[in-house]
């Protein structure tokens, strides 16, 4: 069994973020602060070496490459 090197919630929040387009919106549709959701992205991203997303001042996120194949494969 190969043990993976991020958790269920943090893809729950990665997807959150991804559908919402921005911290904000996926905060409030997983019930956390933002400041949480930046933190658990910033390990994820961590974890994988990967930039998920590039975030936008005043207009959200948007995925990276990185970001897309990853939101397709968690889905």
Request: with cysteine; proline share 1%; hydrophobic share 50%.
């Amino acid at each position: 069994m190969r043990i993976l090197p991020f958790t269920l919630r943090q893809l729950e929040y990665f997807d959150a973020i991804a559908s919402g387009g921005s911290l904000a919106a996926a905060a409030e549709r997983c019930h956390v602060s933002a400041s949480a959701l930046a933190l658990a992205l910033d390990e994820l991203e961590h974890h994988l070496a990967q930039q998920l997303f590039v975030r936008r001042k005043g207009r959200g996120v948007a995925l990276t490459a990185a970001g897309a194949r990853l939101l397709a494969t968690a889905r």
